[in-house]
Structure formats: C-alpha cells, structure tokens
C-alpha cells in the first residue's frame, strides 16, 4: 500500500499523522510506504520529513518535494510515479483525516473487489466535526448541487480520502482535467464513466487543528465552474 500525503505548510500536522500512519500499519500488519510530496513549503515542512525519513527509515518515507503550488492533481501524478505499492491510498496530511479507517477500506475492497473505495461523510455513521455552519451548508450545497446535475452514484464526491487500484488511478489521472477542489469530483464521475466499481466507507471528518483551511472564495468560484464544465461534457 502507498499512501500519497500531499503537503503545504503543514509542519505541526505531518509528525503527527505520519505517526497514526506507521502505527495503524504496523497493528495491522499492512506493507506500506508513505510518499510526501510537498510543495515548497515555506514552514520547513520538508526539514521535518526528512527527519521522519531518518526515524522511520527512507524506505517507509518518502520525500518527494516539487519547488512550488503545482496543486493537487499533478502532486498526485507526481507522488504515483514514485509508489510502489499495487493499492494507493490519498488522504489530508492535516489531521481531517483518520488512518484508523485505511483497514476499513482495505476490508471493503476485498469484499467487493472494488476498483475504488471512498470515503464517506454523508452515509452511514460518518460525520464532520469542528466545522461552522457556513462551511457545512457548503460541503452539502456542493455535493447536493453535484448529486442532481452529475448523478455520480457515490455519496461523498468532494472527500479527499480514497483507497484506488494503482492501475486505476493512473488511468483515471490520464482523463481529469480539473484542478483544486473539482479534480476530487471529477475522479469519480470519470470512474464512473469507465466502468469501475466504488464502495464506500462511513468517516469522521474533523477540521484541521493547526494551520489555516486552503478553502477560499476563490476555490468555492472554480469549484461551481468545473461543475458545471464536468455537467457540460459527461
């Protein structure tokens, strides 16, 4: 299993979650390796991965820096021509994101042999806890606004926790085209279009306890934009 952990400016978040990384691998005897791919990040968040390189050995951690912003989906492009593992996991490095629930997504793959496992905050027993309001009613005006206009068939479209076949991605990163914070909705319906199967898996989603949310006016513009690009062309 590789796991891709993009970063920016996360220095206070990265000790932490590449600990709940090791550890829930290690309980569950998972092979793994955990690819850090930041971006240029001006808070040392590479002079801490390089000392998580030497603790937990260059073999399980990976530093794969780029000189700057590049943003997500070609960090994921990046990362991926690193990973060796035959399943790839990305998740948040901001803490937002549980490792705890990476057996349960291995699990549901091999219950249903599916070519993508998401994660869910809006089924089942999942949940987003530290949120206000206003951001709230925009997680679920987004997906409410991409559940009628795209019909995706999975309930979490803007989550950026997922376990994929590695051939899967790399295929699916072949087709998107977006950027930010639509490339996450554009993988799925793109999964959907070629055929691949997606089970989902219920998650606690908790706001960032150090740092600043990347979530801006300007994001919220590009997202409806590609939204409405991915309703024109699918």
Same mark, same amino acid.
């Given at each position: 299993?590789?796991?891709? =952990? *993009?970063?920016?400016? &996360?220095?206070?978040?990265?000790?932490? +979650?590449?600990? =709940?990384?090791?550890?829930?691998?290690?309980?569950?005897?998972?092979?793994? &390796? /955990?690819?850090? !791919?930041?971006?240029?990040?001006?808070?040392?968040?590479? &002079? +801490?991965?390089?000392?998580?390189?030497? !603790?937990?050995?260059?073999?399980? /951690? =990976?530093?794969?820096?780029?000189?700057?912003?590049?943003?997500?989906?070609?960090?994921? /492009?990046?990362?991926?021509k690193h990973a060796t593992g035959n399943f790839i996991v990305i998740m948040d490095a901001d803490l937002s994101?549980? *490792?705890?629930?990476?057996?349960e997504f291995i699990r549901k793959q091999k219950e249903g042999n599916f070519d993508i496992v998401s994660g869910t905050r809006y089924k089942g027993n999942g949940g987003v806890y530290g949120w206000d309001l206003k951001r709230k009613l925009i997680s679920r005006g987004a997906n409410f @606004?991409?559940? +009628?206009?795209?019909? *995706?068939?999975?309930?979490?479209?803007?989550?950026?926790?997922r376990l994929y076949r590695k051939e899967v991605l790399q295929k699916l990163m072949e087709k998107c085209v977006s950027k930010g914070y639509v490339f996450q909705m554009e993988m799925i319906v793109?999964?959907?279009? @070629?055929?691949?199967?997606?089970?989902? +898996? *219920? !998650?606690?989603?908790?706001?960032?306890?150090y740092g600043e949310?990347? =979530?801006?006016?300007?994001? !919220?513009v590009s997202f409806l934009k590609g939204l409405l690009t991915l309703f024109a062309t699918t």
């Open positions: 299993l590789s796991v891709l =952990l *993009p970063t920016y400016n &996360e220095c206070d978040n990265l000790p932490l +979650v590449v600990w =709940l990384l090791v550890r829930t691998f290690r309980d569950s005897g998972i092979d793994f &390796e /955990i690819i850090i !791919i930041d971006d240029g990040s001006p808070d040392g968040t590479q &002079e +801490v991965a390089q000392q998580l390189e030497k !603790i937990y050995g260059s073999d399980k /951690i =990976l530093l794969r820096p780029r000189a700057r912003k590049l943003g997500l989906g070609t960090a994921y /492009i990046h990362g991926m994101h549980h *490792p705890k629930f990476i057996p @606004l991409t559940q +009628v206009l795209l019909r *995706p068939g999975a309930s979490d479209l803007t989550g950026s926790f793109r999964a959907r279009q @070629l055929g691949y199967t997606i089970g989902e +898996v *219920p !998650i606690s989603f908790v706001d960032r306890v949310s990347k =979530l801006g006016g300007n994001e !919220i």
